[in-house]
Nanobody, 117 residues
Framework: EVQLVESGGGLVQPGGSLRLSCAAS????????MSWVRQAPGKGLEWVSSITWNGGISTYAESMKGRFTISRDNAKNTLYLQMNSLKSEDTAVYYC??????????WGQGTQVTVSS
């Protein structure tokens, strides 16, 4: 059974940082591109970033470039998202997803990120 468990969300002030983690199990983690997606209140799902199986290629949505960094540790079956210079518009539930951009087949329960003073 595929399981993706996100953690690391919370309340942070504008300009602050958070690091999200996603523990994966139930599949061969290093066979797959992994992604982060998010859903802001009242909005649809928005792709954030993806990383190839070996971490060789990372891609980002335009508004996240230079602020967010995706990474993975295949030895630990864990995906990460380092978020810096957070803005109020980054407030959302963040999900870890198995698969590449718009080709996700599983995602986790999400972790809430709230950016507010």
């Amino acid at each position: 059974e595929v399981q993706l468990v996100e953690s690391g969300g919370g309340l942070v002030q504008p300009g602050g940082s958070l690091r999200l983690s996603c523990a994966a199990s139930g599949f061969t983690f290093d066979d797959y591109t992994m992604s982060w997606v998010r859903q802001a209140p009242g909005k649809g799902l928005e792709w954030v970033s993806s990383i190839t199986w070996n971490g060789g290629i990372s891609t980002y949505a335009e508004s996240m470039k230079g602020r967010f960094t995706i990474s993975r540790d295949n030895a630990k079956n864990t995906l990460y998202l380092q978020m810096n210079s957070l803005k109020s518009e980054d407030t959302a539930v963040y999900y870890c997803a198995k698969g590449s951009y718009k080709e996700y087949d599983y995602w986790g329960q999400g972790t809430q990120v709230t950016v507010s003073s």
